[in-house]
């Protein structure tokens, strides 16, 4: 060449015009090496096939390889998923692939990935104890290998494979808790119950704000403050919980949704419950959620009481701190002196907390979230 660089070529004809086929540079590729590509050039002329044009195919395959690899792919697929997941959560199931998987098959063509090289990265979290991340690893791998088959860059999920192949986590203790995938299904059999209307919304309520069961189906109107202001609350009395410390329930939008739906109920006015017995002078009995669930296809495998649970499991894997979830919870102070001041503690991050926990919750339900007017309410 003019510049004094060097290259291998290969003449040749192909459907009567003469052609010319790069083999490679000099002396990067050895004359044994150019020899080579040269008898596998005549050996595609013998079958017909231009060596040329095969050659810019396997370039654009290779192109297709790069650019579908499990990285890109999951990248992609996660991108997709804003439109109906919390930021902060898509941000959360990002920095789990990149820890932990990304480093050991993201640079694969998501095509290529089998059973056991997904299983070997599953392993490795595996190995450090943290045998719940590995399994939630494998579900979110599972939605990123089925949406590469939806959009044609792969034939097969490997992750279905794997079922039963990582180490359980062991027997649960206590309350039975819904796994947290399971509940874009259970919203949407809690929007077609077809019972009694204040259970379903009783059980919307405790899945927004994760209360103890009591402590909610005793729920009285005059502890539910500023509903029409920036700020609502529940101010739960002392009397009335587990720890015998008031606690502060910070109120988002949608549940003051429910609040205005239970207001319109027939009978609302006739009690101070949000949630009467038929008598009226009672509140709703401790069984009448459990036995909706029961309804709704969840006997033994979730509970109410799990809820909190749940929410306690989802709120730590969005990135919320732990003394911000656990004062949400009301859960013990052992510190007496501390417990003492700390009623409304963290009450500035537990109220966004718990905003993002409702929107995390309409979007898996398949809900709009819909401004609420200010609406004066009713004494």
Known sequence: MPDGARYWRMDYRYAGKRRTLALGVYPLLSLSDARARREDARGS?????????????????????????????????????????????????????????????????????????????????????????????????????????????????????????????????????????????????????????????????????FARTTELRAARWPEFENLDGNEPVWRIPAERTKMKREHLVPLAPQALAVLRELRELPGSDASLFLFPSASLEKCMSNNTMLYALYRMGYHGRATVHGFRAMASTALNEMGFRADVIERQLAHEEKNTVRAAYNRAEYLKERRTMMNQWADYIDAVGGRNVIPLQPKTRRE
């Open 45 to 209: 002329l013998a079958q017909d096939i231009d060596p040329g044009v095969a050659k810019k195919a396997r370039k654009r395959a290779a192109k297709v390889a790069c650019e579908n690899t499990f990285e890109a792919t999951a990248r992609e697929w996660i991108a997709n998923q804003r439109h109906r997941l919390a930021t902060r959560y898509c941000a959360l199931l990002l920095a789990r692939l990149e820890a932990d998987i990304f480093p050991h098959i993201g640079s694969r063509p998501i095509a290529d990935v089998d059973a056991p090289e997904l299983l070997d990265a599953l392993r490795r979290i595996e190995k450090r104890g943290a045998i719940e991340t590995a399994l939630r690893l494998r579900q979110l791998c599972g939605q990123v290998f089925r949406y590469a088959i939806a959009t044609g860059r792969a034939k097969l999920d490997p992750s279905t494979d794997l079922r039963g192949a990582l180490k359980s986590p062991g027997r649960p203790r206590g309350h039975k808790a819904m796994p947290l995938d399971e509940m874009p299904t259970f919203m949407h059999a809690l929007g077609a119950y077809d019972g009694d209307l204040r259970t379903r919304l009783a059980l919307r309520l405790t899945v927004l704000t």
